[in-house]
C-alpha cells in the first residue's frame, strides 16, 4: 500500500462544473496536508494547505480533511480550462518537514 | 515573494559522467530538498538538509550525495551517471516551522 494514494485520472471535468479530487493516506499520525498544484512542464505550486479537521476555502478552491477516515480532498468550484493540470496530495509524516507526496490525479476542464 | 533557483532548465550527461545540480534560493530558509519526479513514480524524496552543513537521506538516495556549505545554496551531485538517473529533478525550500515547501522550476537531466 503506498503511503499517500491519488487516484491517476484523467478527472474530466466540463467548465463551470465542480471537481472534486480525493487522496488517502495511511500513516494515523499525520499532521498536515497539502495540495499542488502542477501544469506540465513545469513544478509543483501550492494551492493550499490544511491541518484541522472539516473544510478550509480559499477562492474557488476547498480542502476537506477526515482524519478518523485518514483522507484529504479538494474541490475545485466553477472549473475553468485554466485549471487543467495534475494536483499532487502532500502528507507531512510529523516528523520534521519531510512531506510525502501521491503521484497526483490529472484533471482536465473541457469547454 | 519566495524565489528557488536551478542551475540549469535542461541537462545531457553521459553514463559515468559526475553531475552537478545546483539550487539557490533567496528567502534565507533553513531547510532545502532535492526530489526526482518521475511518471507513475510521482516525487521521491532524494536528500534534505536542515542547516549548512546538515544532510538526511530522503527515500531513494542511492547513487547520490548532496553539498550544503552555504545556506541559501544546496547542490546534488551524481557521483556516477546512470541512465535510470534520467528523471525531472525538482529542489524546494522551506522554513523550519513550517512544512509548506516552494519548489524550483526543476531540471530534466537525461543521462545517455
Known amino acids: 500500500q503506498k503511503e499517500v494514494e491519488q487516484n491517476s485520472g484523467p478527472l474530466s471535468v466540463p467548465e463551470g462544473a465542480i471537481a472534486s479530487l480525493n487522496c488517502t493516506y495511511s500513516d494515523r499520525g499525520s499532521q498536515s496536508f497539502f495540495w499542488y498544484r502542477q501544469y506540465s512542464g513545469k513544478s509543483p505550486e501550492l494551492i493550499m494547505f490544511?491541518?484541522?479537521?472539516g473544510d478550509k476555502e480559499d477562492g474557488r478552491f476547498t480542502a476537506q480533511l477526515n482524519k478518523a477516515s485518514q483522507y484529504v480532498s479538494l474541490l475545485i468550484r466553477d472549473s475553468q480550462p485554466s485549471d487543467s493540470a495534475t494536483y499532487l496530495c502532500a502528507v507531512n509524516k510529523a516528523a520534521g518537514n519531510k512531506l510525502t507526496f501521491g503521484g497526483g490525479t490529472r484533471v482536465l476542464v473541457k469547454p | 515573494d519566495v524565489k528557488v533557483t536551478q542551475s540549469s532548465r535542461y541537462l545531457v550527461k553521459r553514463t559515468g559522467e559526475k553531475v552537478f545540480l545546483e539550487c539557490v534560493q533567496d528567502?534565507?530558509?533553513?531547510?532545502m530538498f532535492w526530489y526526482r519526479q518521475d511518471p507513475g513514480l510521482g516525487l521521491r524524496l532524494i536528500y534534505f538538509?536542515?542547516?549548512?552543513?546538515?544532510?538526511e537521506k530522503g527515500d531513494i538516495p542511492e547513487g547520490y550525495s548532496v553539498s550544503r556549505e552555504k545556506k541559501e545554496r544546496f547542490s546534488l551531485i551524481l557521483e556516477s551517471a546512470s541512465t535510470n538517473q534520467t528523471s525531472m529533478y525538482l529542489c524546494a525550500s522551506s522554513l523550519p516551522k513550517t512544512d509548506t515547501q516552494y519548489f524550483g522550476p526543476g531540471t530534466r537531466l537525461t543521462v545517455l
Open positions: 528567502m534565507d530558509h533553513e531547510n
Open positions: 538538509s536542515y542547516d549548512v552543513k546538515m544532510k
Open positions: 490544511i491541518y484541522s479537521n
